[in-house]
């Protein structure tokens, strides 16, 4: 699968931003959101199962992020609002394959993901 991100770029903070994930093909996997700064390590941001969509967030996202899907767009979105200047990462979505029905579990590792997008650029200004 190829993933295309897109929708970074430079906001004030507090802002709404949405990023975009466009998978190829027509497939449905497990997504996640994942951001990085330089000199760290790639965190956890969202996620979102394929079967049933159920959502996950990383601990300091407190509200202020959604992960969705548009299945028949095969795109995922991170939409995120109150945007603070230590949001600003690269963010990269990744994918993983669903392996059956009952595969719901929440997939939170950047290991766990074999498929990534080339990351989008969000710069918070205060």
């Known amino acids: 699968v190829q993933l295309q991100a897109s929708g970074g770029g430079l906001v004030q903070a507090g802002a709404p931003l949405r990023l975009s994930c466009a998978a190829s093909?027509?497939?449905?996997?497990?997504m996640g959101w994942f951001r990085q700064v330089p000199g760290k390590e790639r965190e956890f941001v969202a996620a979102?199962?394929?079967?049933?969509?159920?959502?996950w967030y990383g601990d300091y996202v407190n509200g202020r992020f959604t992960i969705s899907r548009d299945s028949a767009k095969n795109t995922v979105y991170l939409s995120t609002n109150s945007l603070k200047p230590e949001d600003t990462a690269v963010y990269y979505c990744?994918?993983?394959?669903?392996?059956?029905?009952?595969?719901?579990?929440?997939?939170?590792?950047?290991?766990?993901?074999?498929?990534w997008g080339q990351g989008t650029l969000v710069t918070v200004s205060s």
């Open positions: 990744a994918a993983r394959a669903i392996s059956s029905a009952r595969d719901t579990r929440g997939y939170l590792k950047s290991q766990e993901y074999p498929y």
């Open positions: 093909g027509r497939t449905t996997y497990h």
């Open positions: 979102i199962t394929g079967p049933s969509g159920r959502t």
